[in-house]
Every structure is written in structure tokens, then in C-alpha cells.
């Protein structure tokens, strides 16, 4: 191509080949981001790498290693389907969370006031029944639900429909009782269900103190907006999980720290009235040149200064 039609080409360019151009930068650069921070990254270079293959295959003309490639890339598509099918669900359901985009419109619930106060007491509550728990090694398993709705995890469990109080779920997790074994889901500040049974992750990098609970956690974060928190039976060391990420070794004051940054709504600020900067500075000039008249204690206080002399 000469540089006439480069130039040719630049003088035809429209704003939406421009909007085009950015959008598949935004596409590729966000996938590759995904692919980063997921277990995925190791397929996806494997992927590469096949493909690297066919490349130098057509280059050199082999026969043989073409024909094997184009049938493992005949249903190399519905494989990847497949074995990505955790990423690809999590990535569509955070995609499908349009409430965060008509918050910006319209009314959202997670700015109700009395929302927000029944999630403070909520937490409040949560960390008082985890730190009881620890001390006594009562095993506990408790999954907020944020953004992601959870009706499905709520079915397979018994509807409570309680406040939230440290009493309660200390019942519920008590050793002996029908529930104990299950997962508390906690929706907009209240109890909701208690037995609950959710997914379990499929990471194979779980310490030996680790159990059933801990997985179940990060199964629950996997594929949703959801923060579990879990208190282990064996050790009494309280943990969260969240955005298939679990952290350990946390205390009262560092879980309630943590859940009022990630759970509590966001108060919304007032919106500050916008001032021009011109008409500012015209007031701050009137009052310098042209002084408040005087009231008549001022000219009282001036009277007496003035006999005093």
C-alpha cells in the first residue's frame, strides 16, 4: 500500500470509524484484563500457543500438523465454551447488572436511608455472632448479598425472613440444629434463608485446614458480587471471601472495617451548588470597595470610643 492510499484512507476517516477503532481496543484490552485475573490466563496461552503452531504450519506447508489443527480448532470454539463456563457466566452476570447504570438516572434502593440503617445494624450484628463463634469454634458460614441477586441460592435453603442479631445465628449454627450445615443469606439487611446450599469452587490451591465451608465460600464469590464470610470449626479463624479471592485471619474490628466499605450503600453526597467563578469575585470586590452599612451598637461603640478620647 503506498502512501497515497494511506493518506487517501485518513481523508475518508469519520468519527465512527474512530468510535469503531476504540471500542475494539476497549474489547481486547478488557479481555485480556479478564484473562489476567482469572484462572483462565494458563488455558488462554495454551490457546496461543496452538495457534502459534498452526501459523508456522501454513508458513512451512506441513500437511500433517494442519490437518490435526484444523480438526482441534474445528470445535476449539465449543471447547473453550466449555472450559472457560465459570469466567464466561461471571462475566455476563456483572454485565447484567444495569442497576448500577439506572442508579445514575433514577431512584436506586441502595440509597434508601433505612436500608443503609438496617445494613449497619446488620453488620454489627455479624461481627458480634463471628467473633462469638470464633471463641466458641463453632463452625459458620454467612453470605451477603450485594448486587447479584441470589434468589436461586435462597430456593435451596428454609426462608427465616428475621432481623439480624448475634441470638439468631448463634441458633442457627449451633451444632445439632437442622441448618447448622448450610449457609445464612442475608439480603438487604435481613435474614432471608438459613440451610442454604451453594456452589463449590473448583481451586485446587486450598490449605489442609481448610474445609467444605471455606470452598462453598469461594464458590459463592466465583460467581457472584456476593462476600461470604466463614468461621472454621477446626482453628476459629474468620475469613472472607470475595470476587473469588479468600482472606484470612481477620478480627471484630478489621470484618466490621471490611464490611462497611464493601456492603453499607453509599451515602450520596448533597450536590454542591455551582458558583461562577466571575460573579465570585465581583461580590468579594463590592464588599472590599463598598463596606456593610453600620448598625447602631457599631455607631454606639464608636460614640463612647470617641468621649473616652
Known amino acids: 500500500m ?3 492510499q494511506i493518506l487517501a484512507n485518513f481523508q475518508t476517516f469519520k468519527l465512527a470509524d474512530l468510535a469503531d477503532v476504540l471500542i475494539i481496543a476497549a474489547v481486547i484490552y478488557l479481555l485480556l484484563g479478564f484473562i489476567n ?3 483462565a490466563g494458563q488455558l488462554a496461552k495454551g490457546f496461543m500457543l496452538i495457534m502459534g503452531f498452526y501459523i508456522v504450519a501454513g508458513v512451512l506447508k506441513m500437511r500433517t500438523v494442519l490437518w490435526l489443527l484444523n480438526n482441534i480448532l474445528s470445535v476449539g470454539v465449543l471447547s473453550l465454551v466449555i472450559v472457560f463456563q465459570p469466567e464466561i457466566r461471571r462475566a455476563l452476570e456483572k454485565m447484567g447488572q444495569t442497576d448500577q447504570w439506572a442508579a445514575k438516572l433514577f431512584h436506586n434502593r441502595h440509597n434508601d436511608p433505612s436500608l443503609r440503617g438496617r445494613w449497619r445494624s446488620a453488620i ?4 458480634d455472632a463471628a467473633e462469638r463463634l470464633s471463641e466458641n ?7 451477603l448479598e450485594r448486587r447479584t441477586n441470589l434468589s436461586e441460592i435462597v430456593r435451596t435453603g428454609t426462608p427465616v425472613n428475621s432481623e439480624v442479631n448475634p441470638e439468631v445465628l448463634g441458633t442457627i449454627f449451633y451444632e445439632g440444629t437442622p ?7 442475608i439480603q438487604a439487611g435481613m435474614i432471608k434463608a438459613a440451610g442454604c446450599v451453594l456452589p463449590l469452587s473448583n481451586n485446587l490451591d486450598f490449605g489442609k485446614d481448610m474445609g ?3 470452598r462453598a465460600a469461594l464458590g459463592i464469590a466465583e460467581n457472584s458480587d456476593a462476600i461470604a464470610i466463614v468461621v472454621s470449626e477446626e482453628t476459629g479463624i474468620i475469613s472472607v471471601a470475595k470476587n473469588g479471592v479468600l482472606i484470612r485471619h481477620f478480627d471484630r474490628q478489621a470484618l466490621y472495617t471490611r464490611l462497611l466499605d464493601d456492603v453499607l450503600p453509599k451515602e450520596q453526597a448533597p450536590a454542591k451548588s455551582k458558583q461562577n467563578p466571575a460573579e465570585d469575585t465581583w461580590t468579594k470586590l463590592k464588599k472590599l470597595f463598598n463596606p456593610p452599612p453600620e448598625t447602631e451598637e457599631h455607631a454606639e461603640e464608636k460614640g463612647e470610643e470617641a468621649t473616652a478620647e
Open 124 to 127: 454489627i450484628a455479624i461481627c
Open 2 to 4: 503506498s502512501w497515497n
Open 179 to 185: 441448618l447448622h450445615d448450610g449457609a445464612v443469606v
Open 212 to 214: 467444605t465451608r471455606h
Open 37 to 39: 485475573r482469572t484462572r
Open 137 to 143: 469454634r463453632t463452625g459458620a458460614l454467612i453470605v
